[in-house]
């Protein structure tokens, strides 16, 4: 082999591939000879600095993957084929050029785990489906993909979970051990059904045929409320000052034998719902408006429970609040009224003037007739 190190190991039948520093070896487990695939690689102008996940799915292709950012190889041995697929953004591409994991479910479809979330892969038109954390899962590095019934489980870097369908549609994520790092690579299914799974600080051991889908529906409380740093008993039909607008509140349920499986979801003024990303969300600088903020809790199974509401106003700032609306309104009614007084004492003083003017003006002219007759 170029390079002792070895990263991944796969085994077919009588071969075992090897991922290495420098690319992916095959060694022949009858004669211990060993071809190496770079060679191959490199006349198609692919270079793989350090080989990944291996994988050969049910038609006889085999996958690898690059464990740093050279991409994904498709490998057809019959006719020596290669094709690499590498992230493009404007394309339906896969997510990540660093693959972690890769498997294929009972319906033949392909999945790899990357740095960037779990990719689906489309093989008539080539595509990739995306799943990540938006989509509910726990994180987006994907250390291993493991396929059960019409489910899929994944390790990640922060716990296991568990992706249900319906008709080719997510329609849930089940979450255990949350918070748990797991490593790249480091699975395997035995006889039984179990899967063995590496994490950094030790083994794990979970059987998918016998974890328990609670049937619980959880209840949802509010636990605590926040203003501004201080905690308060209650903000549901209060008025808040505008710059009383950091607030932070708190959930909980009943499920306490299953947290690591609730998801919490929020939508403020009947908008569309939102994830939280635990049962503690903070808003911040909200503007003066009148908020009315529903919450309800998820659990593994998709069960809701009933909707939490609360409602409140914050007020704007003085300048901009009904009394000093009406401030206004008053200075502006008072200079209206002002000027229309001032010019209507200057138009009467000038009437007067006048007046006085002409009377002075007759008198004159009654004096001069006088004098000349």
């Known amino acids: 082999m170029d390079n002792i190190y070895c990263h991944t190991l796969y085994v077919d039948g009588d071969y075992l591939w090897v991922g290495t520093l420098d690319g992916f070896n095959i060694i022949d487990l009858n004669d211990f000879s060993i071809k190496n695939m770079n060679k191959l690689l490199a006349k198609n102008n692919i270079s793989v600095k ?16 690059s464990s740093t950012k050279d991409g994904l ?7 020596n084929s290669l094709k690499l697929f ?41 595509k990739f489906i995306l799943y990540s ?21 994944i390790s990640t870097n922060s716990g296991i979970n568990c992706l249900q369908f319906k008709d080719n549609q997510l329609i849930n994520v089940r979450k255990y051990l949350n918070g748990v790092e797991y490593s790249s690579n480091s699975f395997f299914e035995t ?33 605590s ?17 505008y710059k009383d607008n950091f607030i932070s509140i708190k959930l909980f349920t009943t499920a306490y034998n299953n947290v690591q499986n609730i998801n919490f979801y929020y939508r403020i003024n009947n908008d569309k719902w939102i994830l939280m990303d635990n049962n503690e969300i903070t808003f911040s600088n909200l503007a003066d408006n009148k908020y009315n903020i529903d919450f309800i809790a998820k659990n593994s199974n998709g069960n809701n429970s009933e909707m939490k509401s609360i409602s409140f106003n914050v007020n704007p700032p003085f300048w901009r609040s009904k009394v000093a609306t009406f401030i206004y309104f008053s200075l502006v009614c008072i200079i209206v009224i002002y000027l229309y007084l001032r010019i209507s004492s200057m138009r009467d003083a000038i009437k007067l003037r006048n007046n006085q003017l002409e009377k002075e003006k007759s008198e004159k002219i009654n004096f001069l007739r006088k004098i000349l007759s």
């Not at 190889?73 to 006719?79: L, P, Q, V």
């Not at 953004?89 to 979330?117: M, P, Q, R, V, Y």
């Open 50 to 65: 350090l080989g990944g996940a291996i994988f050969k799915d049910s038609k006889g292709v085999y996958w690898l993957g």
């Open 73 to 79: 190889i498709r490998f057809d041995h019959k006719n």
């Open 86 to 126: 590498k992230y493009n953004e404007f394309e339906n591409s896969i997510s990540d050029n660093a693959i972690l994991s890769i498997n294929e479910d009972t319906k033949g479809n392909l999945w790899f785990g990357t740095k960037s979330g779990l990719n689906k892969y489309d093989r008539e038109t080539e």
């Open 133 to 153: 954390i938006e989509d509910g899962l726990s994180n987006n590095t994907i250390y291993s993909v493991m396929p059960f019934n019409d489910d899929i489980w």
């Open 191 to 223: 006889s039984s059904g179990e899967f063995i799974l590496g994490g950094i600080d030790g083994l794990y051991i979970i059987n998918p045929a016998t974890v328990e889908h609670s049937l619980y529906t959880p209840m949802l409380q509010f636990d």
């Open 225 to 241: 409320f926040i203003v501004n740093g201080n905690k308060v008993n209650n903000i549901n039909n209060t008025s808040l000052k």
